[in-house]
């Protein structure tokens, strides 16, 4: 079992950039792909992107391909996500989560733990 716990989150301007940490408990940080999901107010939880256990590989969601990008590093059992260009459409509630895939993951339900989630503002 891995307990997650997000960081970073806060009020940016339209095309600033922002930075949310992950931390994970537990040794076994390195054997699970790691996904960002947001959730925004009155909409369903989205799939941000996602890192395999070995950087190796990363994927995003079409609408943050350029402007988003995901890194992890094993020994500080951590995974971050970088978001620069943010847009309004960006403002929500980001969640990371772990899932015991091999490569990748972008169904929230492949996901079998989940971070309490950080609020990102996107605003004038």
């Known amino acids: 079992q891995v307990q997650l716990a997000e960081s970073g989150g806060g009020l940016v301007q339209p095309g600033g950039s922002l930075t949310l940490s992950c931390g994970a408990s537990g040794r076994t940080f390195s054997t699970y792909v790691m996904g960002w999901f947001r959730q925004a107010p009155g909409k369903e939880r989205e799939f941000v992107g996602c890192i395999s256990r070995s950087s190796s590989s990363t994927y995003y969601t079409d609408s943050v391909k350029g402007r988003f990008t995901i890194s992890r590093d094993n020994a500080k059992n951590t995974v971050y996500l970088q978001m620069n260009s943010l847009k309004p459409e960006d403002t929500a509630v980001y969640y990371c989560?772990?899932?015991?895939?091999?490569?990748?993951?972008?169904?929230?339900?492949?996901?079998?733990?989940w971070g309490q989630g950080t609020q990102v503002t996107v605003s004038s």
């Open positions: 989560a772990a899932s015991t895939r091999v490569v990748s993951a972008i169904r929230a339900s492949e996901y079998a733990y």
